[in-house]
């Protein structure tokens, strides 16, 4: 087992532990509620008469699920995009729940495989989902296939951990990162910056965020760099 492998089948663990103990909007877990960002763009989308959205590492739907409550009413559509099965057998449940599932598309892949059809989708999100991909080169090629998918006037938002930490909370020692792409601040927004020339940037900032997570039964501090990145694709 190679280590993106390595990995790869740890965040597995991770995941599929909190995807079947913790509830969707819940309190005790990240899946309590949507990111507050994402949400505060759909107003942007008020004069739309329909909305496609892609959520890229979709997950159980934390942020897919809301949007899609939002949009029901537009002739709208959310592709939710995931590799584990976890995930998205637990959002074709939650999207039955909360009576969305006519919105939601769902589609296992990897993201760093998956590809994004030209103009097609009026908001595309990334929440931490882009640190996941197996390498520098692999995150370029997919970034650059979101404006080219993005229609006119329409928003991407890149939620990414940069510069993480792991420390185990009963030693203090600090732990291999088990994060496929761990990039500095700085070499993570040139990328950005570069991709998305000529766009308008609604929304840029770097918050520096703590969880307790689990590792192999362990309690870890997971410390991280969490930069939010909003762009808008003017009409040319």
């Known amino acids: 087992m190679n280590n993106i492998e390595f990995i790869r089948n740890e965040e597995k663990k991770y995941h599929d532990f909190c995807y079947e103990n913790y509830k969707l909007f819940e309190e005790g877990s990240w899946l309590y509620k949507p990111v507050k960002t994402v949400m505060d763009l759909l107003p942007l989308f008020d004069n739309n008469e329909s909305l496609n959205v892609i959520d890229l590492g979709c997950g159980v739907g934390r942020n897919s699920i809301p ?129 998305y020339t000529g766009w308008e940037v609604l929304k840029t900032v770097v918050n520096p965020l703590e969880y307790n997570i689990t590792r192999s039964e362990k309690p870890v501090l997971l410390k991280t760099n969490a930069i939010t990145y909003v762009v808008r694709k003017s009409i040319g």
Request: with cysteine.
């Open 67 to 195: 949007i899609a409550e939002a949009i029901k009413n537009k002739n709208g559509k959310v592709v939710c995009v995931d590799l584990l099965d976890s995930a998205l057998n637990k959002l074709k449940e939650y999207s039955k729940q909360y009576k969305v599932e006519k919105v939601i598309r769902t589609e296992k892949a990897d993201i760093g495989n998956y590809k994004i059809k030209p103009n097609e989708f009026d908001f595309i999100i990334a929440v931490s989902a882009l640190e996941h991909v197996k390498s520098e080169e692999v995150f370029e090629e997919v970034v650059r296939q979101m404006p080219e998918g993005t229609k006119n006037n329409g928003v991407n938002c890149l939620i990414i951990n940069s510069e993480v930490q792991e420390i185990d909370l009963e030693t203090n020692e600090k732990l291999d990162v088990l994060m496929e792409l761990n990039l500095s601040i700085e070499v993570m927004m040139n990328k950005l910056s570069s991709i």
